[in-house]
């Protein structure tokens, strides 16, 4: 049997934002992740893409429902707990590449390995693995600013595959990009996914990409649909 990443349950989450009341954003959301699966989630804007995100990567509380990473119970755990989970389990990429400006992109993917306990040495060898798997090996020495858009990107899927989290979540992580770079850094992310094992989600308004992944769900007034 294959082993369930993520498993949401039930999850129910409104906004309240006073007059003239609340946004209901989900309404009884389930979905499984197996082990190595790759599933988009494709939304019209304002859907609730980010809030579900947010609730599986323990950012964000439901009203109601379960969360499960790999077999545990979130819903009751405490916040120290939540947190570490979170930080172990759990790889975030965004639309904008969020690296540290004064960093290179080595230190960038070396940083939260060191601060997670790995040696500098085991933690260098690592980033070093994964640059190269996107392509950015050349760039290593590079800060962020000397970096194009899609080379700035890879880098951030490095950064949050530095840990070998067991799943990825990620918001439109080449939203930001033109659609020629948007596809290559796209296949990077696949590469890197599918050579490291991981189980991601990954958010897209970009139909084209949610074909090249295993599974593709739709949110659409607070429901997930299977495509
Ligand atoms: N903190 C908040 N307070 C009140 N309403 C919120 C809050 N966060 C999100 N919302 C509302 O909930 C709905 C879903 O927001 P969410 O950011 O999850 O959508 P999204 O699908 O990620 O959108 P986009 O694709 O445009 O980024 C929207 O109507 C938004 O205005």
Do not use: W
């Not at 082990?35 to 109601?64: C, F, M, N, W, Y």
């Amino acid at each position: 049997m294959s082993e369930t990443v993520l498993k949401l349950s039930g999850i129910e989450k409104a906004y309240k934002r006073g007059l003239p009341g609340e946004v209901h954003v989900l309404r009884g959301v389930d979905l499984e992740i197996a082990r190595g699966e790759v599933t988009a989630l494709v939304a019209p804007s304002g859907a609730g893409k980010s809030t579900l995100l947010h609730i599986a990567g323990l950012l964000d509380q439901p009203d109601s429902g379960r969360v499960e990473i790999a077999g545990e119970p979130m819903q009751d755990a405490a916040d120290r707990h939540r947190t570490r989970v979170r930080r172990g389990a759990v790889g975030f990429v965004y639309q904008f590449h969020h690296l540290l400006p004064e960093f290179t992109a080595l230190e960038n993917v070396v940083l939260p390995q060191l601060a997670d306990g790995t040696p500098r040495r085991a933690a260098e060898t690592r980033a070093k693995e994964l640059l190269d798997i996107v392509g950015v090996l050349p760039r290593a020495d590079h800060r962020p600013a000397a970096l194009s858009g899609g080379e700035q990107q890879r880098v951030a899927f490095c950064r949050a595959m530095a840990n070998t989290p067991k799943l990825l979540l990620a918001d439109e992580p080449t939203g930001n990009l033109d659609p020629e770079t948007s596809d290559r850094v796209f296949a990077a992310l696949m590469t890197l996914v599918r050579e490291t094992g991981l189980s991601a989600l990954i958010a897209t308004h970009n139909l084209e990409l949610a074909a090249r992944m295993d599974r593709r769900l739709h949110l659409e007034t607070g429901h997930l649909r299977e495509a």
